[in-house]
């Protein structure tokens, strides 16, 4: 069973997946990053799992979050993007000499 929730954009290449899946029998939540490249798309290594049986509780500490802490400095903001950009495309090498 696989119900795709949906996905944010994380920079150009990757996006974050948030889906309800079947895994070795189990049904939980996976967050996972998906890039799209020239060479490889497709779910990386990086993201994790919560276990249905433990989804309230996760739930609960998402809810609990201050909309106020979340709030940074635009400049700031821009300069992660770049730099998630840069590390996805390192991760995306990787992946690359992996499956080569």
């Known amino acids: 069973m696989e119900k795709d929730i949906g996905k944010i954009a994380k920079n150009d290449i990757t996006d974050i997946v948030v889906r309800i899946d079947d895994f070795g029998g189990r049904v ?3 967050i996972r990053e998906f890039v799209t490249g020239e060479r490889y798309t497709g779910f990386t290594k990086a993201g994790t799992r919560i276990p249905a049986e433990k989804f309230l509780e996760f ?4 809810n609990s979050i201050n909309i106020e802490d979340m709030k940074e400095n635009q400049e700031s903001a821009e300069e992660k993007s770049q730099e998630d950009s840069k590390e996805d495309a390192q991760s995306l090498d990787n992946i690359k000499e992996e499956t080569i």
């Open 59 to 62: 739930r609960e500490m998402i």
């Open 28 to 30: 939980g939540l996976t």
